[in-house]
């Protein structure tokens, strides 16, 4: 988690790699820490056609949250907006 945290810090490189993420299709809306060791929920929006298994070797990846160092586990979930009447948590990036 430290590792994750330094990464994420001004300086660690978080920046360049939310812009290149985008660009590959990938955007994390918020990242929620429940507690300083973990657990962290966050939502992210993929641009249509992205498979989950696409997906989750991106998460796991060099370009991920926690850039290829096993840092974090992340298992990840889809959401289902249709049980939310199609509207998604945050506002779209990708239309």
Request: proline share 7%; glycine share 12%; with cysteine.
């Amino acid at each position: 988690m430290e590792t994750a945290y330094a990464a994420m810090a001004p300086g660690g490189g978080w920046d360049e790699a939310v812009a290149a993420n985008k660009e590959k299709g990938f955007y994390n809306h918020s990242a929620n820490a429940v507690a300083a060791n973990g657990p962290i929920y966050c939502i992210w929006e993929t641009k249509e056609g992205i498979s989950i298994e696409e997906f989750q070797e991106f998460i796991d990846g060099p370009t991920g949250p926690g850039f290829g160092l096993s840092a974090l586990m992340n298992i990840c979930k889809p959401i289902d907006t249709s049980l939310m009447n199609g509207q998604t948590p945050y506002p779209r990036v990708f239309s």
